[in-house]
């Protein structure tokens, strides 16, 4: 069914314009594919824009299925081991650039799991990237709308000389682990911890390279997906991996004491849910937010870090 504008007249390919400040940041199929057909559609991207599939390790599945006119991502262009931060900014940069993208590059990101769209998204807004927008619900969205998609490798992408502005131009958007401290010992900062109930009170640590189990003392629970899966994000989606209203996830982070006019760091084992949290937010208009980009990973893996457990595992 045709989705009401901001102006109240029908229109294709858009279910979110009523609830979100930034509703134009998140497509759906509908809208994609009647963008990439050349179709007329609300809220076009301005100028130039780029499609890209962001996986980890996926390329294999890319060939097999895309969507038409994608390029690949891979999110380990864009963070490294053995903690998965960020990249250095110049490579960063450089992946920018090698894939044709400058400051003024609409970007449209779609995964086969949303949070490594997210953490894309999220880097590509630290960066600068003016308008960076995810398809709600990714691949499987695509495929269940019954959209086309096409086997083979993707093509090289044109690059780009230049990004064109200041680089990164929101640093704020990513904290350290030091930054991070500072940010608890403010009245307004708050640490939101998006990871899973057993994760959050130290029952397990989530992740099978991460032996350390609990979460950073005065962190609030922003939650996230099913115990034992760090790649849900179930407490924000549908069954259908769409997301739920804004006015449901800000209720129960209200209720957690986590508001929108607090300085806000979002964190989770390594990023990824913690970058979907933020883009969230971001669409909600919140202001003052960022990723703690080490997470758990991190802060664990230093000896003078103090660790909140509530339980003990057997």
């Not at 990164?168 to 990513?174: F, I, K």
């Not at 919140?286 to 893996?301: A, F, P």
Request: a negative charge; aromatic letters at 10%; proline letters at 7%.
């Amino acid at each position: 069914m045709a989705a009401l504008n901001i102006n109240g007249r029908r229109q294709p390919g858009h279910l979110l314009p009523r609830h979100l400040p930034r509703w134009q940041q998140l497509v759906t199929p509908g809208w994609l594919a009647a963008l990439i057909a050349g179709q007329p559609v609300i809220a076009a991207p301005p100028g130039q824009w780029r499609l890209f599939e962001v996986g980890c390790d996926g390329a294999e599945l890319f060939k097999q299925s895309h969507i038409p006119g994608a390029g690949y991502l891979d999110t380990q262009q864009l963070e490294s081991g053995p903690l998965w931060n960020k990249v250095p900014d110049q490579a960063l940069l450089q992946v920018l650039l090698d894939n044709g993208i400058r400051h003024d590059t609409t970007v449209l990101l779609y995964g086969r799991n949303m949070l490594s769209a997210a953490r894309a998204a999220h880097l590509l807004l630290y960066a600068g990237v003016e308008d960076v927008r995810l398809l709600d619900g990714g691949f499987q969205a695509w495929q269940a709308a019954a959209c086309p998609v096409l086997p083979g490798t993707p093509h090289p992408p044109a690059t780009a000389s230049e990004f064109g502005a200041h680089f990164p131009a929101h640093p704020e958007y990513l904290m350290d682990m030091h930054q991070v401290r500072e940010l608890m010992l403010r009245k307004d900062g708050v640490l939101v911890s998006i990871r899973t109930w057993n994760e959050f009170i130290g029952k397990t640590s989530g992740y099978s390279y991460i032996a350390a189990k609990g979460d950073i003392p005065g962190a609030r629970w922003g939650r996230a997906g099913l115990d034992g899966d760090v790649n849900s994000m179930d407490d924000f989606h549908h069954p259908d991996g769409t997301m739920k209203p804004p006015a449901e996830i800000q209720e129960f982070w209200g209720n957690a004491g986590i508001h929108s006019g607090q300085r806000t760091t979002f964190y989770c084992g390594t990023g990824w849910r913690a970058s979907l949290a933020f883009f969230y937010a971001w669409l909600m208009n919140w202001e003052q937010i960022s990723v703690y980009d080490g997470g758990w990973c991190e802060w664990s893996s230093d000896p003078e870090n103090e660790k909140r457990t509530y339980v003990t595992s057997t």
